[in-house]
């Protein structure tokens, strides 16, 4: 069976939609049609129903799912596995969000040169969605991202609990909503956010890389959320304040990995993550 078909039908599985799926893979509709019509004829069964809301999972489609992803990310390992480097017995491709590499995977990169010189390494930093994706699809054996939310057949791994706090660069420890920097932590915080501060849902600036909102705010002034350990050095010197009152937030840092794919070199590698993760916990404390 031609693996792009399993990986069409994952892709209006997880988008709902055969309009999404295609805009995802970057074909026509016709042609994403023309994949399941083609797979269904080899499976002898319907996989999807479409209604007025998108699509939906028959009972025989559901239980493809789990034999789709095990197609498709047995591919993709054979696939890398083939085109390993001389010298090399294995590889892992491991993707992170933007703001998280510094230092967390920086350190990793160097661990595993040394622990692990067998491995062969790829590193990708690319958004939080594709990350998932690319985990489900097997392109990524690993991804480091801000609280992940949850999908079938991956395993979500706590790696490190951070706290998100508001600071100003106000010396009295004032919050000024017309001078709010809002900082895009991901859904989790948008959602706590909204609850505590409804007035500043709509503020003058809003920035989705961390560093850039941080350099922001120390050249312009006004105040908005940043990870403790990153602002806690501004604070010692006087350049920021807390924010008086203001409520402090989780921002949980974990490894995503696909449940059926295991190894002693995965294991070896998530290790290392869980070892630095610790080290980088105590320092900050």
């Given at each position: 069976m031609d693996i792009d078909l399993a990986r069409t039908f994952l892709a209006i599985a997880d988008c709902g939609s055969f309009a999404a799926a295609a805009e995802?893979?970057?074909l026509t509709q016709t042609a994403v049609s023309a994949r399941v019509r083609s797979l269904e004829q080899h499976l002898g069964r319907p996989l999807f129903v479409?209604?007025?809301?998108?699509v939906r999972l028959t009972p025989a489609g559901e239980?493809?799912?789990?034999?789709?992803?095990?197609?498709?990310?047995?591919?993709e390992r054979a696939r890398q596995q083939v085109a390993l480097p001389p010298g090399r017995a294995h590889g892992i491709g491991v993707g992170a969000?933007?703001?998280?590499w510094q230092p967390l995977l920086s350190d990793w990169l160097v661990w595993m040169h040394h622990v692990c010189p067998e491995v062969a390494l790829r590193a990708d930093v690319e958004p939080r969605e594709r990350l998932l994706e690319r985990v489900e699809d097997g392109t990524l054996d690993l991804a480091v991202l801000y609280n992940p939310p949850p999908r079938p057949g991956l395993v979500c791994e706590l790696l490190l609990e951070e706290k998100l706090v508001m600071v100003t660069t106000a010396p009295d420890g004032g919050l000024d909503p017309r001078r709010y920097l809002y900082v895009d932590w991901g859904p989790s915080f948008a959602a706590s956010h909204q609850a505590a501060f409804a007035e500043l849902s709509n503020a003058p600036v809003s920035v989705s890389l961390g560093p850039l909102a941080l350099g922001y705010l120390l050249?312009?002034?006004?105040?908005?959320y940043f990870r403790a350990a990153i602002v806690a050095p501004h604070i010692a010197r006087g350049a920021l304040f807390?924010?008086?009152?203001?409520?402090?937030?989780?921002?949980?840092?974990?490894?995503v990995y696909a449940a059926a794919h295991?190894?002693?070199?995965l294991a070896r590698a998530r290790e290392g993550l869980r070892m630095l993760a610790g080290q980088a916990a105590v320092q900050k404390e």
């Open positions: 995802r893979l970057h479409r209604n007025k809301a998108g239980r493809f799912v789990r034999h789709a992803t095990g197609l498709v990310q047995g591919w969000e933007p703001s998280i050249g312009v002034g006004g105040a908005g807390p924010v008086r009152g203001a409520p402090q937030f989780s921002h949980a840092a974990c490894v295991g190894g002693e070199v």
